[in-house]
């Protein structure tokens, strides 16, 4: 007898859902001998986070996220949330009663990310299946873990800033948008998803608008059970708002409006939320048009927003609005995440592809397929698709202004990749062709197969032209070669002092010997951002960086590549003087160390 097809794709999805688990556990186990190794050559803010969890742990206050180790007295403010550090270091704590802290640290760094992956495993499988069928849930879980920027990066081991947990949360929230069953218990999640979410950080405040947005409008429609998930999503968003304000803000700190976190702008953004998707649902009676309900809801929208515009309009420049201009274009124009889709396209065609191009082809795909399909699918799969796709869709326009803005396109992502591919596949099922085929195949080496595609272009493209894939020389890359434990634990044989260096430097410097830094790439502090560029373009500007940060040494990658306007590291690497500087011997071969001698600031403080 022949097997049910239901029961074989049901079979199917549950040995994918435990395949993918078991490689994580796998990928887990192999690469706790060298995490170490691949934690301080990789992210800044993994290691900050770290160095954040290890100040509380040693009994930093909870309410204070300052980094003191960086432009040392006042040190410089975060605008992170203690509630992740709570998380990675009740973790920590608990290994630590049966190992040494190193021991425990370095265990965390590979648990943490893994946890988190597997549930976004079981989060995707089990929420598409809900939606779409097993089919569809497996092959989101395979765009889980093949996906470049979920499974190589944001969830890999010793990944430990923010974003895989923002990712996780805003999963959370798309699939409860979504879900067909039991609307309100749906939406009081959701929105708590997304209070989480807001408190963690601000990256997701696009996407949660836009999520609040559709629910209005469905609930205005009258579609099944959309008020009652409308007024779990607003209500519960703007209580868990509250306590995760409450609950990391010191009270000195409640009236302070910042743009960066869950502060007073924030909050009177929730508020009107609120107020404007709840009021006109409450009024139905007397507002018995659906476009009667939407107006109503524009108007509370715009009044609520003219009584708190003093709180609003600042933030309206975004994070960096406070910075000077030159530093605000220094973020836009050398930091590559900050960089948009076009000029990844242009300057690193290989990443654009990897991990810009998945995302375009599947909303195309997905827009195509839903006006296909439209007739034929239930009306609870095509609404839910169509919520997905706009989701999605935010997140691939934003990546054209700033391409870190995939990640809002993770909690879609996976989703969509199985709607596509499932139903190419069933499109050729019924009807067999060489142009459903050849549609298969692109989409899967497009969106399924960057990651191989990836790795095997960039070798041979290195092996044909001897560069790398952005045109840089082979290991000429900007600070790599220096950016390894062992490399920068040399430095620990100088006397603890107050080190200048380059912006990619701060964070490995603080992580790994006991000195001071006085650059980090955090717009809290502009100081700390120019240091580490600026100071480094021309003789005045580091003499002007010197007498300001108090330096004791300013330290030098000899392998690193310098830009154009860096004069000051190339005078000082070809022999000649600077004003203000002397080099030292220095054992370590991969630093040149040049002592201030016209800034004896004693670096003990």
């Given at each position: 007898?022949?097997?049910?097809?239901?029961?074989?794709?049901?079979?199917?999805?549950?040995v994918?859902?435990l395949?993918?688990?078991v490689?994580v556990?796998?990928?887990?186990v192999?690469s706790?001998?060298?995490?170490q190794?691949?934690?301080?050559?990789?992210?800044?803010?993994?290691?900050?986070?770290?160095?954040?969890v290890?100040?509380?742990?040693?009994?930093?206050?909870?309410?204070?996220?300052?980094?003191?180790?960086?432009?040392?007295?006042e040190g410089?403010?975060?605008h992170?949330?203690?509630?992740?550090?709570?998380?990675?270091?009740g973790?920590?704590s608990?290994?630590?009663?049966?190992?040494?802290?190193?021991?425990a640290?370095?265990?965390?760094?590979?648990?943490?990310?893994?946890?988190?992956?597997?549930?976004?495993?079981?989060?995707?499988?089990c929420?598409t299946?809900?939606?779409?069928?097993?089919n569809a849930?497996?092959v989101?879980i395979?765009?889980?873990?093949?996906?470049?920027?979920?499974f190589n990066?944001?969830f890999?081991?010793?990944h430990?800033?923010?974003h895989?947990?923002?990712?996780?949360?805003?999963?959370?929230?798309?699939?409860?948008?979504?879900?067909?069953?039991?609307?309100?218990?749906?939406?009081l999640?959701?929105g708590?998803?997304?209070?989480?979410?807001?408190?963690v950080?601000?990256?997701?405040?696009?996407?949660?608008?836009?999520a609040?947005?559709?629910?209005?409008i469905?609930?205005?429609?009258?579609?099944p059970?959309?008020?009652?998930?409308l007024?779990?999503?607003?209500s519960?968003?703007?209580?868990?708002?509250?306590?995760?304000f409450?609950?990391?803000t010191?009270?000195?700190q409640?009236?302070?409006?910042?743009?960066?976190?869950?502060?007073?702008?924030v909050?009177?953004?929730?508020?009107?939320?609120a107020?404007?998707?709840m009021?006109p649902?409450a009024?139905?009676?007397?507002?018995?048009s659906?476009?009667?309900?939407?107006?109503?809801?524009?108007?509370?929208?715009?009044g609520?927003?003219?009584?708190?515009?003093?709180l609003?309009?600042?933030?309206?420049?975004?994070?960096?609005g406070?910075l000077?201009?030159?530093?605000q274009?220094?973020?836009r124009?050398?930091?590559?995440?900050?960089?948009g889709?076009?000029?990844?396209?242009?300057?690193?065609?290989?990443?654009?592809?990897?991990?810009v191009?998945?995302?375009?082809?599947?909303?195309?795909f997905?827009?195509?397929l839903?006006?296909?399909?439209f007739?034929?699918a239930s009306?609870?799969?095509?609404?839910?698709?169509v919520?997905?796709?706009a989701?999605?869709?935010?997140?691939?326009?934003?990546?054209?202004?700033?391409?870190?803005?995939?990640?809002?396109?993770?909690?879609?992502f996976p989703?969509l990749?199985?709607?596509?591919?499932?139903?190419?596949?069933?499109?050729?099922?019924?009807n067999?062709?060489?142009?459903r085929?050849v549609?298969?195949?692109?989409?899967?080496?497009?969106?399924?197969?960057p990651?191989?595609i990836?790795?095997?272009g960039?070798?041979i493209?290195?092996?044909?032209?001897?560069?790398?894939?952005d045109?840089?020389?082979?290991?000429k890359?900007?600070?790599?070669?220096c950016?390894?434990?062992?490399?920068?634990?040399?430095?620990?044989q100088?006397p603890k002092?107050?080190?200048?260096?380059?912006?990619?430097f701060g964070?490995?410097?603080?992580?790994l010997t006991?000195?001071?830094?006085?650059?980090?790439?955090?717009?809290?502090?502009?100081?700390?951002?120019?240091?580490?560029?600026?100071?480094f373009y021309?003789?005045?500007?580091?003499?002007?960086?010197?007498?300001?940060?108090?330096?004791n040494?300013?330290?030098?990658?000899r392998?690193?590549?310098y830009?154009?306007y860096?004069a000051?590291?190339?005078?000082?690497?070809?022999?000649k003087?600077?004003?203000?500087?002397?080099q030292?011997?220095?054992p370590?071969?991969?630093?040149?160390?040049?002592e201030?001698?016209?800034?004896?600031?004693?670096?003990s403080?």
């Open positions: 007898m022949a097997a049910n097809p239901t029961s074989r794709a049901e079979t199917m999805f549950k994918a859902t395949l993918a688990i490689f556990i796998v990928r887990a192999q706790y001998p060298s995490i190794d691949v934690f301080y050559s990789a992210d800044n803010d993994d290691m900050m986070r770290l160095l954040s290890r100040d509380w742990l040693n009994g930093q206050s909870w309410f204070d996220m300052t980094q003191y180790r960086v432009l040392p007295p410089i403010p975060m992170w949330s203690r509630f992740v550090d709570l998380g990675i270091g973790i920590i608990l290994f630590h009663l049966f190992m040494p802290m190193n021991q640290e370095n265990l965390t760094l590979v648990v943490w990310p893994s946890m988190l992956l597997v549930a976004m495993v079981l989060l995707t499988g929420g299946r809900k939606i779409l069928g097993p849930a497996s989101a395979l765009s889980t873990m093949v996906w470049l920027p979920l990066r944001h890999a081991p010793g430990i800033d923010h895989n947990v923002q990712i996780l949360i805003t999963t959370i929230l798309a699939y409860a948008l979504i879900w067909p069953v039991r609307p309100l218990r749906a939406g999640i959701g708590a998803a997304a209070a989480c979410s807001l408190v950080g601000l990256e997701m405040l696009v996407l949660i608008v836009l609040g947005a559709m629910l209005t469905r609930a205005s429609f009258y579609r059970g959309a008020g009652r998930k007024i779990g999503f607003c519960s968003l703007l209580v868990v708002s509250i306590l995760g409450l609950g990391q010191a009270p000195s409640w009236f302070v409006p910042y743009c960066d976190a869950m502060a007073t702008p909050l009177s953004l929730i508020m009107i939320s107020a404007a998707c009021i649902i009024a139905a009676r007397w507002l018995p659906p476009w009667a309900r939407l107006a109503a809801t524009a108007a509370i929208v715009l609520s927003q003219w009584l708190f515009w003093s609003i309009q600042p933030c309206l420049a975004g994070p960096y406070a000077p201009l030159e530093v274009n220094l973020i124009n050398n930091i590559s995440e900050a960089q889709a076009v000029a990844v396209f242009l300057l690193r065609p290989f990443q654009f592809y990897a991990e191009a998945p995302q375009i082809v599947a909303v195309l997905a827009i195509s839903w006006l296909l399909r007739r034929k009306g609870a799969e095509s609404e839910a698709v919520q997905i796709i989701l999605v869709f935010v997140g691939v326009v934003g990546m054209f202004y700033q391409v870190r803005m995939l990640v809002l396109t993770a909690a879609g989703f990749v199985g709607y596509v591919i499932n139903c190419l596949i069933q499109g050729w099922q019924q067999p062709s060489p142009r085929a549609l298969i195949g692109v989409s899967a080496a497009v969106i399924l197969m990651a191989d990836y790795w095997n960039r070798a493209w290195r092996m044909v032209t001897g560069l790398d894939a045109g840089a020389q082979v290991n890359m900007l600070d790599d070669r950016r390894t434990k062992a490399v920068m634990q040399e430095l620990d100088l002092a107050r080190i200048l260096t380059r912006l990619n964070a490995p410097l603080i992580s006991h000195h001071y830094a006085l650059t980090a790439p955090y717009h809290r502090s502009a100081d700390a951002f120019w240091n580490g560029e600026f100071a021309t003789e005045a500007n580091m003499e002007k960086a010197l007498a300001k940060t108090g330096a040494y300013v330290v030098l990658c392998d690193a590549s830009g154009t860096e000051v590291p190339k005078a000082l690497l070809a022999g003087t600077v004003a203000g500087l002397r030292i011997d220095f370590g071969k991969d630093f040149a160390v040049f201030v001698i016209a800034n004896p600031t004693a670096a403080q």
